[in-house]
């Protein structure tokens, strides 16, 4: 199998993704752009083809002296305003197409004019076109930290980059400096110049800044070292990381607050050694004073860019919503913002959100974050959605008990206040509208009732008993009566009607994220289900066949352990089973949809309906797709059965004619051959034909790994006695003479268990391709190890080795990657082996040896220890 850099033969293939690497620095001044210049003249005097496109010197010596020696590209000047402006010529760089280009200045925003606002959007076009980009940045631009640095400096930053711009790139480099030793550079003019010193180092350069700085930058790149250690853990199978992941919730009440939040819990994720940013807002059915859609669609797009994820939940209880949410996605932190109620509210209700929450966090951790909003809000106390039962219980209560208090305060203050009959009725009709806000208009009426009775026996003469021989007092009682209903019965549907908009405002609100996700594509059916799931506050949820019996707490793979028919039928479900109340939506003709949990209000299914109608669409893309998918393989077969024929009309033509034309010109009589030439043509023959039936096995091999129909016979294999007889059955001049191949540790490592010709094939196959790639003077080795159960043979060569994006391509079949020999094989080599490593239990994976050049990675089964005793006494 071919490999190698690009060249001629690689023409016409899509460009690989280029490189960024990014020198980080804490402030200015600390020596990103000389850093960033000196790693172009590295890579210069190295052979490679380096241009800078745009370098900010600020008139430092020092740093302009670093551009001697390199190519400098002229700036685009872009005129606005009467003011030109120098910004980087991405068109001259794409034109230019340098293998690496250095940029200064990641955060900077273009001057109008240009194709992109920002200049990380230019890199990032730069990077697609396969350009390797080296940048820089300084730690206050990164969008999640903005706010904590205006904190520390007093200076906003207007130009910033996504964190997940930076995260994506290949390398960061900490460029770092104490702060006493920047202070000691500004002080002598190597940053500023001198009319700047003086107002920097008592302003933006202070100690106390500076440490700040460094160590947001050290934290911040301390946990993009821990994210590459897990992966690299996780990529050589070392060993689970016992360590508990952080998740942290963001509480979002709509306010503008919110953005502070959010930048605060992405703060504690970064920090953390992996974690997740939920930021969650809960839609009460009864409306959130300061919610703003607008808003909450700009936190949305906070959230995501800073690498988390937003939920929308509709709850009356707010702090239990807000709890439930957090308990189900296993959250270790819940950030939440100080309240904004003023002291009228504070008074009125002493507990707010906060507050009950943190009560009932339980084991989660509560951040309380204090922002420049807190104390000023307005209060709005508005109703429930419903009169839930507390409430229809103590509305009759009120309507007893406060007409009987307020008569009681009447009959005291009445002379002292000289409170006339008039007064006291309209303070008794203020109660009813009191009862009929807490229990509705049943509540009212007995309320009426009441103070009607209390009018007549307490207020009106004869005071002390009940008078119903006037007409005029029989009348004025009724109307009293009637108009006390009637208000509250204006009143009670008044608050009814404001509820049902502030339910249909929320589940507008719900149904509005959902739609948003579902254009961006990001809502596949397990996704859809969970979503469901979470916003209705249901346990289990279910989307199966119609005509389904199972039972609702069943899973999937539960049913298809068990074997039952309408396994086959399940589509996904999503929460812990439980044996609540059960919900059944139908989900198109032959879907339906069940919920599991509490029961729902009418008022809820109607949401749960437009859910529904989401879901049928999702379904019908994943059969769609399940019905692409099944295509697919009939597609890779016709593409390899083209790519066969191409490879046999020219690859296999080459050892026949050889073979041909050696044997035809023996047999020929018209030619007298010499035995020196007779010799010749008989290895030609010979090697033409070996050659031959090399490739013929590697097609017969890829055809059975395809097809399934390889037979494998496992064993104990001594390495030491595999590696010589690969290297016999290789072609041209023997790689294990002296110098061209080097074993290491190959008697001491453990026997693996393979199929010896198999894995002959494999070390062959391999140990040709890395003879074939190393430049004179550097022996190919070959080592092995033990690692755990296993047994890792490593094959390193030196020679230009594969760009990370090449490195899966390179095991496609009939792919050279570039080479322009295309007389050395059908481009199997390396797809066969790995096929047949993997058929043996094993993994085969490239690795970059350090120095230049790529390292093949076999790890297969170590054999068992009492198998090693068997062949150690049998020797």
Same mark, same amino acid.
């Given at each position: ?19 960024l ?22 890579r ?14 600020h ?6 002296a ?6 400098v ?14 910004e ?16 200064d200045?990641?955060a900077h ?12 959007q ?60 920047l ?117 949305r ?10 939920h ?18 296993n959250?270790?932190?819940l ?13 009125l ?5 906060g ?12 951040? @309380? ?5 807190a /104390?000023?809000? +307005?209060?709005?106390v !508005?109703?429930?959605?419903? %009169?839930? $039962? &507390? #409430?229809r ?33 309209l303070?008794?009709?203020?109660t ?14 007995l ?24 007409a005029n007092i029989v ?10 209903v ?7 549907r ?15 609100? @719900? ?5 948003? /996700?579902?254009? +961006?594509?990001?809502? !596949?059916?397990?996704?859809? %289900?969970? $979503? &469901? #799931? ?7 949820i ?33 929460g812990e ?10 989900i ?15 008022s809820?299914h ?5 859910f529904?109608a ?27 059965r083209?790519?066969?024929l191409?490879?046999?009309g020219?690859?296999?033509?080459t050892?026949?004619?050889?073979s ?7 047999r ?6 010499s035995?020196?030439?007779r ?13 031959l ?7 017969l091999d890829?055809?059975?790994l ?12 001594a390495?030491?006695d ?42 062959a ?6 003879v ?33 994006p ?14 322009t020999?295309?007389?050395?094989g ?16 094993g ?33």
């Amino acid at each position: 199998m071919g490999r190698g850099s690009e060249g001629p033969a690689a023409v016409g293939r899509p460009p690989r993704a280029g490189r960024l690497k990014v020198f980080l620095g804490a402030a200015p001044g600390v020596g990103k752009t000389y850093r960033m210049l000196d790693e172009g003249r590295r890579r210069t005097a190295r052979g490679t083809d380096v241009v800078v496109a745009f370098a900010e010197c600020h008139g430092r010596p020092a740093t302009e002296a670093m551009l001697a020696g390199l190519t400098v590209l002229p700036r685009a000047v872009r005129a606005h305003r009467g003011t030109e402006f120098a910004e980087l010529d991405l068109d001259l760089v794409l034109e230019r197409r340098p293998e690496v280009v250095l940029i200064d200045e990641l955060a900077h925003t273009n001057a109008p004019g240009c194709r992109h606002t920002k200049r990380w959007q230019d890199i990032e076009e730069l990077l697609g076109a396969g350009i390797d980009v080296v940048a820089t940045l300084n730690i206050q631009h990164l969008e999640s930290l903005t706010d904590v640095v205006e904190k520390i400096t007093g200076v906003p930053q207007y130009e910033t980059v996504p964190d997940e711009v930076v995260r994506r790139a290949d390398q960061i480099e900490l460029v770092d400096l104490p702060a006493e030793g920047l202070r000691r550079r500004m002080a002598h003019g190597n940053i500023y110049p001198p009319e700047k010193v003086d107002a920097a180092l008592s302003h933006y350069f202070r100690l106390g800044n500076l440490s700040a700085l460094r160590e947001l930058a050290l934290l911040w790149v301390a946990g993009r070292v821990d994210e590459a250690l897990r992966k690299y853990r996780h990529e050589h199978d070392i060993g689970p990381v016992w360590e508990t992941r952080e998740r942290v919730v963001v509480a979002l009440s709509g306010g503008p607050e919110g953005t502070t939040l959010i930048r605060r819990a992405a703060r504690i994720v970064n920090r953390s050694s992996a974690g997740d940013l939920l930021a969650v807002h809960i839609t009460r059915s009864d409306g959130l004073a300061g919610s703003s859609p607008a808003v909450l669609a700009d936190q949305r797009r906070l959230t995501e860019s800073l690498g988390g994820t937003h939920h929308a939940v509709v709850g009356d209880d707010v702090p239990a919503a807000l709890l439930d949410f957090a308990r189900a996605q296993n959250a270790t932190q819940l950030v939440v913002g100080a309240s904004r109620r003023g002291r009228l509210g504070r008074l009125l209700a002493p507990r707010g959100v906060g507050e009950t929450v943190v009560e009932l966090s339980g084991d989660i951790d509560v951040h @309380t974050v204090g922002h420049e909003y807190a /104390g000023q809000g +307005r209060i709005w106390v !508005a109703p429930g959605s419903g %009169l839930p $039962r &507390t #409430r229809r219980v103590a509305g009759p209560i009120a309507g007893l008990v406060l007409p009987v208090l307020l008569t009681l305060v009447l009959r005291g203050v009445s002379a002292p206040l000289s409170l006339n009959l008039t007064s006291e009725a309209l303070l008794l009709l203020l109660t009813v509208l009191g009862v009929a806000c807490i229990g509705g208009v049943v509540s009212a009426l007995l309320a009426s009732i009441t103070t009607s009775l209390l009018l007549n026996y307490y207020f009106i003469p004869p005071i002390g008993q009940f008078t119903f021989a006037e007409a005029n007092i029989v009348v004025a009682q009724a109307a009293f009566t009637t108009v006390a209903v009637t208000v509250a019965a204006i009143v009670d549907r008044s608050l009814r009607l404001g509820r049902r908009a502030a339910r249909a405002t929320a589940e507008a609100e @719900t149904l509005s994220s959902l739609a948003a /996700g579902i254009l +961006r594509g990001d809502r !596949a059916v397990p996704d859809l %289900l969970e $979503r &469901t #799931r979470e916003t209705f506050g249901m346990d289990h949820i279910e989307l199966r066949a119609r005509g389904d019996a199972p039972e609702p707490w069943q899973s999937t793979e539960e049913r298809a352990a068990a074997g039952t028919a309408r396994a086959a039928q399940a589509v996904g479900t999503a929460g812990e089973p439980g044996a609540d109340h059960r919900t059944e939506v139908a989900i198109g003709d032959d879907s339906v949809l069940v919920l599991t949990g509490r029961r729902l209000p009418a008022s809820e299914h109607r949401v749960l309906t437009a859910f529904a109608a989401h879901l049928t669409a999702a379904v019908e893309r994943a059969r769609l797709a399940e019905a692409a998918a099944e295509i697919e393989p009939v597609k890779a077969a016709n593409r390899m059965r083209t790519a066969l024929l191409a490879a046999v009309g020219h690859d296999l033509r080459t050892p026949l004619a050889g073979s041909w034309a050696a044997i035809s010109s023996l047999r020929s009589r018209e030619v007298d051959f010499s035995p020196e030439d007779r010799e010749e043509l008989l290895a030609t023959a010979e090697e033409s034909l070996a050659k031959l039936s090399r490739l013929v096995d590697n097609l017969l091999d890829m055809s059975r790994l395809q097809a399934g129909a390889l037979t494998l016979h496992l064993e104990p294999v001594a390495l030491t006695d595999v590696l010589p007889a690969a290297l016999d059955t290789l072609p041209g001049s023997p790689p294990q003479a002296p110098g061209r191949v080097l074993a290491q540790g190959l008697d001491i490592a453990p026997d693996v268990l393979a199929d010896p010709p198999l894995l002959e094939r494999v070390i062959a196959n391999l140990v040709s391709n890395a003879v074939r790639h190393s430049p004179a003077g550097h022996p190919v080795t070959i080592g092995a190890s033990a690692l755990a159960d296993r047994v890792e043979v490593r094959i390193t060569d030196r020679g230009p080795g594969l760009q990370l994006p090449d490195r899966e391509r390179a095991f496609e079949p009939f792919q050279r990657l570039g080479d322009t020999d295309n007389t050395t094989g059908l481009g199997l080599g390396l797809a066969l082996s790995r096929g047949l490593t993997e058929a043996m239990g094993g993994t085969l994976t490239p690795e970059e040896t350090p120095g230049g050049g790529l390292t093949m990675v076999v790890a297969l089964p170590a054999a068992p220890p009492t198998r090693l005793r068997g062949r150690a006494s049998a020797r």
